[in-house]
């Protein structure tokens, strides 16, 4: 009996406020924070929102003494060089920071930014120098999130990524010291959420439930938060294209994101996820797109491989629960192809300009990504990854 009783850590190291309309009190909460100097790191197009308008009114209601808003108008991932570019705003002539804390308001890559800010102001230097997981820093300014998406969950992990432009790949400055200190996730932020964001952001919180619940690294606490991921998730991203103002649809996407990366953070990733991180940087995909694309065939590889799917076969609305188990496991995979093709996630990476002629680049840095395709329940060599992106160019 007592093999079954498994040993487990938990982290959960984010205080969350979760509610539609809650975001306007942000000032509110920064002054409970006791912060006085507020860096604001904001997306470019979310700024020109009336809602967002009225939060920064709130907070210079607040007195603060001083705001410094910077809009985040990078078109790619955040890079180390906009990094060390942008930090200047924050510094005054002799280098000194001007603020003590950086708020993020955006998607991923705009809470990634304040994270890496929030290092760049304590830590002297060049951003490239905190690439991968930097060891010995001095401890960072503190970060609050409002995502404006429901995807990378990066209001709750300690991962920030950032792309080395010379080397086309995405190191981040990974350190524990990054989670924020506070997430407010007010849905209503992300009602504005064009369709392609919504559907690679939605795609990458069902790639964190999906990899993060068959991972050998999950336990029977981390499994709690990705089956009610799954269950909002799934259930919840083919509505929110036909109805894209309907803010109940997107509190449940808002939820299970940040569920999903509750449970990521605790257990581990997969092959679609480690396989985002090779095509994403050498082909411009976006982060969320490039895991989605590979995920039901990685889930379709641990249905031939005997893997049991059929605990979230059953959370899947109006689903035939009499079957076996074999058999729900089986059209867990295939529903998975149905909602892929219902929303137009690429069963092909033709799309993104990945072909025969080109998937050498993409083959030779397979192997790189091992470890990660370690946690994968059934087993998934660097052969299976190849194998899988030649499929791909194939169609
Ligand atoms: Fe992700």
């Keep these: ?29 920064l002054k409970g924070l006791s912060l006085k100097k507020i860096g604001i790191i904001i997306d470019g197009e979310i700024s020109k929102e009336q809602y967002v ?54 998607g991923g890559s705009v ?38 998406t429901a995807g990378t969950a990066s209001e709750v992990t300690y991962n920030a990524v950032f792309e080395d432009k010379k080397t086309k790949k995405k190191m981040g400055i990974n350190t524990m010291y990054n989670f924020p200190v506070l997430a407010v996730i007010d849905p209503k932020l992300t009602l504005s959420c064009p369709k392609s964001v919504t559907l690679s952001s939605g795609g990458d919180a069902l790639v964190h439930t999906l990899e993060s619940y068959v991972a050998v690294q ?5 499994k709690i938060f990705a089956k009610e991921a ?18 109940e649809i997107r509190s449940n996407l808002s939820f299970g994101s940040y569920l999903a990366g509750i449970s990521l953070m605790n257990s581990g990733s997969g092959p679609a ?32 491989g005997g893997y049991n799917y059929s605990e979230l076969y059953d959370l899947i609305d109006n689903v035939d629960k009499t079957i076996n188990k074999k058999e729900k496991s089986k059209l867990f995979s295939q529903k998975l192809f149905e909602l892929w093709e219902k929303i137009g996630v690429p069963n092909s990476l033709t799309v993104f300009g990945i072909n025969k002629g080109n998937v050498d680049i993409l083959l030779k840095e397979v192997e790189k990504f091992e470890v990660a395709f370690a946690q994968n329940p059934i087993t998934f060599s660097v052969d299976d990854g190849k194998k899988l992106l030649l499929k791909m160019v194939k169609k």
């Design 1 to 29: 009996m007592t093999k079954k009783i498994q040993s487990f850590e938990f982290n959960l190291k984010t205080k969350t406020k979760f509610g539609v309309d809650i975001a306007i009190n942000l000032g509110k909460y």
């Design 53 to 106: 308008k009225e939060i920064i009114k709130e907070i210079e209601n607040e007195k603060f003494e001083e705001v410094i808003i910077w809009n985040y108008d990078l078109n790619e991932e955040p890079d180390y060089d906009s990094l060390n570019k942008s930090k200047l705003r924050f510094l005054s002539e002799e280098g000194k920071t001007l603020v003590d804390c950086f708020v993020g308001i955006g």
């Design 111 to 148: 809470i990634d930014f304040a994270k890496g800010l929030a290092t760049l102001a304590t830590n002297p230097g060049p951003a490239i120098n905190y690439r991968g997981f930097p060891k010995n820093l001095n401890p960072p300014l503190p970060t609050i999130a409002l995502p404006t």
């Design 218 to 222: 999950s336990n029977m606490y981390t």
């Design 230 to 247: 799954f269950k909002l998730l799934f259930n919840n991203l083919s509505k929110v294209f036909e109805e894209p103002d309907d803010i």
């Design 273 to 304: 996820g480690a396989l985002s991180y090779l095509i994403g940087p050498h082909f411009n995909v976006p982060h969320g797109l490039a895991g989605s694309v590979f995920l039901p065939h990685v889930v379709k590889h641990n249905v031939d």
